[in-house]
């Protein structure tokens, strides 16, 4: 399987990855991004089974780019990984077709869990 995680911070994208390993999540491949707008390029070109994607960030944000990937027929599941999961924007996300919105911190547990419902794992 191959998982893009799109990041403004690349300590973040570290922290992803790591927990993602933690979570039993090994053996997949990895692709970075570091903003909304080379996010969308990553799909186009890596064709991943799973976006894991920060809300804020600089050039294209989270939501206007999992809106530009449906708007283009693109359907890869979609995940938020944010520090901020109001019910607003919980309920903004899955609107435009997140499968989850998982907030910072988190644990190896709650990406197990939530990767699990979605992956069918």
Do not use: Y
């Amino acid at each position: 399987m191959k998982i893009l995680i799109v990041d403004d911070s690349r300590v973040m994208r570290q922290i992803v990855t790591r927990t993602l390993r933690q979570a039993g999540f090994t053996g997949h491949e990895l692709v970075e991004a570091d903003n909304g707008r080379a996010g969308l390029e990553a799909v186009i070109e890596h064709s991943p089974n799973l976006v894991l994607s920060d809300w804020n960030m600089p050039e294209m944000n989270g939501i206007d780019m999992l809106e530009a990937l449906r708007s283009r027929g693109q359907s890869v599941p979609f995940c938020f990984v944010t520090s901020e999961g109001s019910p607003e924007m919980v309920t903004k996300a899955e609107a435009a077709g997140a499968m989850f919105v998982i907030t910072k911190p988190f644990t190896p547990e709650s990406f197990r869990e939530k990767l699990e419902a979605v992956l069918g794992s």
